[in-house]
């Protein structure tokens, strides 16, 4: 089980990665997040999250995810190739999904020893 500060870390992890990814500054996306505030509190609220200063409760870390067009789940996925799960899947389509869900199942069930 994780422990508070692993979660932190995480976090501020994922969310760097996640504002990379989308070519964001920490005051773009504070902006995007922090409508109602100066561009500054965003960037600065931004970075204590990165920094592990601050800890998002979970309403800021959905409005994060929103921003940054990223599931919650990913913002917490403690392992690197589940977090790029959770991405490829949140970029599949519908049909797609369903696919990756059963194959997922079977291997899982053991049926899949013929799968790659």
Known sequence: MSQPDTITATFAKRLKEARAMRGLSQRALGA???KDQSKDKGA???NRYEQQVNR???ESAAALA???DVP???LFADDDQLAKLILDYWTLAPDRR??????AAALNLGKGEDLP
């Open 56 to 58: 998002a409760d979970m």
């Open 98 to 103: 369903a696919v990756l869900g059963k194959t």
């Open 44 to 46: 600065v609220r931004i």
């Open 32 to 34: 995007l997040v922090d």
């Open 66 to 68: 929103e921003a940054l």
């Open 72 to 74: 919650v789940a990913y």
